[in-house]
């Protein structure tokens, strides 16, 4: 008897060439996730099998798959000879402790094998209550666990309960790449997130306005970077320094312009250094009307400036939807961390929540923008994750 973890993904639309281009790359980033850990893989039809790890590597293992996009769901499982003893012992192993209602449920791929599945289904269930009723219980209509045998054409049989959910998704790589705009905050972690569970390759770019901003903020970007990156199969993020843009739009432009005109200069430098770098498109964790900078005049008058996509995965979600992902992918605790963000220095008391385009256009004349994106672009730092 020995264990493996069964890995499964999503068949849905998954036709002819379609599959197999998915499975090269699912199979690419598990390999990717368990990279320095020692295993074996094995492909069983629609799905892999995990073995041969060492029995303290199996947390790590569990919580890698458990950010590989494209895997829908993973199970724990032991591995036995196909014949009804070590099925049977087996059985009584992995039920031990529970309590409740219970079904046993039989694949039987190997024909060979000498009883049929509701056969063999009915005498597993009876020994499981000989050893353990009435802690347990049977229920094949709605039991509160199933006992899964799996009878494999090769002779050996996988023998599991649990059915732990993934990511679900696409694999890395199936839809191209995008750059994701990172701030600190809650939000564009959990944006770059859900375009990675897409498929989406990422990049990441970051504007800092130091000495405004601390060192520790742009750690904490850092952090975040890398937490995102578990996801996407790796991050290359850009650092930008912001601060003389901002000097210049605060001293020459209308002050309650001030957001409007800094996020038209992140986008005009996202799309330069997303198109240099291969990105199809710009992501953000903008919220429709979650700030000023987010009514839907505000994101015209940014959107303007660009002719990438703009990917906004958050744009219908609550805060409170975004924080409830932010906690599931495990990114909350540090966005929360009270350090100052790049849009909160020169922040004006009384932004335009609905800025004119003429408006825009006529304050940005009053800075030679190329001159300054160029001078933004001369020094930027890099770090892959
Ligand atoms: P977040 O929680 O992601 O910081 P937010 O609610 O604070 O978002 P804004 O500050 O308006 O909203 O930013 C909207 C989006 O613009 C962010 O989600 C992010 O994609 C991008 N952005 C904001 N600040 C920066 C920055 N300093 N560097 C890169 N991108 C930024
Ligand atoms: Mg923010």
Same mark, same amino acid.
């Given at each position: 008897?020995?264990?493996a973890? !069964? ?19 699912l ?28 029995e ?11 950010k ?8 724990p499982?032991k591995?036995? %000879?196909?014949?009804f ?7 009584? &192993?992995?039920v ?6 219970? &079904?046993?449920?039989?694949?039987r ?5 000498p009883?049929?599945? *509701?056969?063999l ?12 009723? #009435?802690?347990?219980?049977?229920? *094949?209509?709605?039991?509160e +666990? *199933? ?8 002779g %050996?049989?996988l023998?599991? =309960?649990? *059915? ?17 705009m ?11 997130? /859900? ?15 130091? $000495?405004?901003?601390s ?7 850092? =952090?975040?970077?890398? /937490?995102?990156?578990e ?11 912001f601060?003389h ?10 002050? %309650?312009?001030?957001?409007? /005109?800094?996020?038209r200069?992140?986008?005009?430098? @996202?799309? &330069? ?12 964790g ?8 987010? =009514?839907?005049?505000?994101?015209t008058?940014s ?5 990438? #996509?703009?990917?906004?995965?958050? !744009? ?11 906690? &599931? ?7 929360i961390? $009270?350090?100052?963000?790049?849009? =909160?220095v +020169?922040?004006?008391?009384f $932004? @335009?929540?609905? $800025?004119? /385009? ?15 994106? %160029? ?11």
């Amino acid at each position: 008897m020995k264990d493996a973890i !069964i890995v499964r993904y999503c068949e849905i639309h998954l036709k002819g060439k379609n599959r197999s281009f998915f499975e090269r790359l699912l199979v690419e980033s598990l390999e990717r996730a368990l990279k320095g850990i020692k295993h074996s893989f094995k492909t069983i039809n629609t799905r892999y099998l995990i073995e041969d790890y060492a029995e303290e590597d199996y947390s790590l293992i569990m919580s890698r798959l458990s950010k590989v996009s494209g895997i829908h769901t993973l199970s724990p499982a032991k591995v036995v %000879d196909s014949n009804f003893e070590e099925i049977k012992d087996c059985a009584i &192993k992995m039920v031990a402790g529970r309590r409740g209602e219970f &079904k046993v449920n039989t694949n039987r791929a190997d024909k060979k094998f000498p009883m049929h599945s *509701v056969e063999l289904s009915r005498e597993i269930g009876a020994v499981l209550l000989d050893n353990y009723a #009435p802690n347990i219980k049977v229920n *094949v209509i709605n039991p509160e +666990f *199933v006992l899964n045998i799996d009878i494999r054409e090769c002779g %050996d049989t996988l023998i599991y =309960t649990d *059915v732990i959910k993934g990511v679900g998704g696409l694999p890395i790589g199936s839809s191209g790449k995008g750059m994701l705009m990172i701030s600190g905050g809650i939000d564009s972690p959990v944006a770059g997130y /859900m375009l990675a569970k897409r498929g989406m390759r990422l990049e990441a770019i970051h504007f800092h306005s130091y $000495p405004y901003t601390s060192e520790a903020a742009l750690d904490k970007v850092k =952090t975040l970077a890398k /937490m995102v990156a578990e996801y996407s199969g790796g991050i290359k993020l850009h650092i930008v320094k912001f601060t003389h843009i901002q000097e210049e739009i605060h001293e020459k432009c209308p002050d %309650d312009l001030m957001i409007t /005109m800094m996020r038209r200069f992140m986008m005009r430098i @996202a799309e &330069k250094v997303g198109k240099e770098n291969g990105c199809q498109a710009i992501i953000t964790g903008e919220s429709l009307g979650q700030v000023a900078s987010q =009514t839907i005049e505000s994101i015209t008058t940014s959107n303007a400036v660009v002719s990438m #996509p703009m990917l906004r995965p958050l !744009i219908a979600f609550d805060k409170l939807e975004i924080i409830e992902i932010s906690n &599931k992918i495990g990114t909350y605790e540090t966005s929360i961390l $009270p350090y100052e963000d790049c849009c =909160t220095v +020169f922040l004006p008391k009384f $932004p @335009a929540t609905k $800025p004119k /385009m003429e408006a825009v256009l006529k304050a940005e004349k009053a800075l030679d923008v190329e001159a300054l994106i %160029d001078e933004a672009l001369k020094n930027v730092e890099v770090i892959a994750y």
